[in-house]
């Protein structure tokens, strides 16, 4: 009897050293599988740490794109759209509304970027994205998180054209860090759903629509006044 039990228990140990050891380690296939997945994992990376530019580019951009409130407060307003009621959206902020007719819009974009969503129920989305040094990550953190859940989304963005700029300040390094940091951003609003995006110009307006988006309580978009 126990040379029985004996005997079970060195073929099942034999067998189980066959399995282990009749099966080669492929690292090739395992390297390959690792590098897929870090190309997955760190699908967006931290947006500060991607986008980097001198400093004086960035200090151009911040100059351009208002350098805080005290700037943006001494330039013309422009009016809010017709109808309403309206919410403004201050710039590096975002608000929503779900299956709320309140209107959204923002103004001054210039250099910055203007997203905006709408999706089933009525609800919209938009957000007035910074193109200076000031954290995207936090920014782009607020707005999908607005958005979290929402049907059959549908993007827009207002991109500032760089062949519309007139401002001596935006150097062609300014102007392509611009460029680095549009092309970010509208990467990570494609993951939210179909967007569309529209040039517009980034050269100080003199018009009550000129670097202004809006999303009225009707979900309908309008960049510079017309619909995208």
Same mark, same amino acid.
Not at 37 to 61: E, H, I, T, Y
Not at 157 to 182: C, F, G, Q, W, Y
């Given at each position: 009897?126990?040379?029985?039990?004996?005997?079970?228990?060195?073929?099942?140990?034999?067998?189980?050293?066959?399995?282990?050891?009749?099966?080669?380690?492929?690292?090739?296939?395992?390297?390959?599988?690792?590098?897929?997945? +870090?190309?997955?994992?760190?699908?967006?990376?931290?947006?500060?740490?991607?986008?980097?530019?001198? +400093?004086?580019?960035? +200090?151009?951009?911040?100059?351009?794109?208002?350098?805080?409130?005290?700037?943006?407060?001494?330039?013309?307003?422009?009016?809010?759209?017709?109808?309403?009621?309206?919410?403004?959206?201050?710039?590096?902020?975002?608000?929503?509304?779900?299956?709320?007719?309140?209107?959204?819009?923002?103004?001054?974009?210039?250099?910055?970027?203007?997203?905006?969503?709408?999706?089933?129920?009525?609800?919209?989305?938009?957000?007035?994205?910074?193109?200076?040094?000031?954290?995207?990550?936090?920014?782009?953190?607020?707005?999908?998180?607005?958005?979290?859940?929402?049907?059959?989304?549908?993007?827009?963005?207002?991109?500032?054209?760089?062949?519309?700029?007139?401002?001596?300040?935006?150097?062609?390094?300014?102007?392509?860090?611009?460029?680095?940091?549009?092309?970010?951003?509208?990467?990570?609003?494609?993951?939210?759903?179909?967007?569309?995006?529209?040039?517009?110009?980034?050269?100080?307006?003199?018009?009550?629509?000129?670097?202004?988006?809006?999303?009225?309580?009707?979900?309908?978009?309008?960049?510079?006044?017309?619909?995208?």
């Amino acid at each position: 009897m126990y040379f029985t039990k004996g005997l079970l228990t060195l073929l099942a140990s034999t067998t189980l050293t066959t399995l282990v050891t009749s099966t080669p380690i492929d690292s090739k296939a395992i390297a390959a599988r690792d590098a897929e997945a +870090a190309k997955l994992a760190p699908r967006f990376q931290n947006f500060d740490d991607q986008v980097k530019g001198s +400093a004086d580019a960035w +200090a151009a951009l911040t100059q351009y794109c208002g350098g805080g409130s005290s700037k943006r407060d001494l330039e013309a307003r422009a009016p809010q759209p017709p109808g309403g009621p309206w919410n403004e959206v201050k710039m590096g902020d975002s608000q929503a509304f779900a299956g709320i007719p309140i209107g959204l819009w923002t103004q001054n974009l210039k250099s910055c970027i203007g997203f905006g969503i709408t999706a089933d129920g009525g609800n919209h989305a938009l957000g007035h994205f910074t193109s200076d040094e000031s954290s995207k990550e936090s920014q782009w953190d607020k707005f999908s998180g607005l958005v979290n859940g929402w049907t059959n989304i549908q993007g827009y963005v207002s991109k500032p054209d760089r062949s519309t700029n007139v401002d001596s300040i935006m150097t062609d390094e300014a102007l392509d860090l611009m460029d680095k940091v549009t092309a970010q951003l509208i990467a990570r609003m494609n993951s939210l759903g179909h967007t569309r995006i529209t040039l517009r110009s980034m050269a100080p307006g003199s018009g009550d629509t000129d670097n202004t988006m809006s999303i009225d309580g009707q979900n309908n978009v309008l960049i510079n006044g017309n619909a995208p």
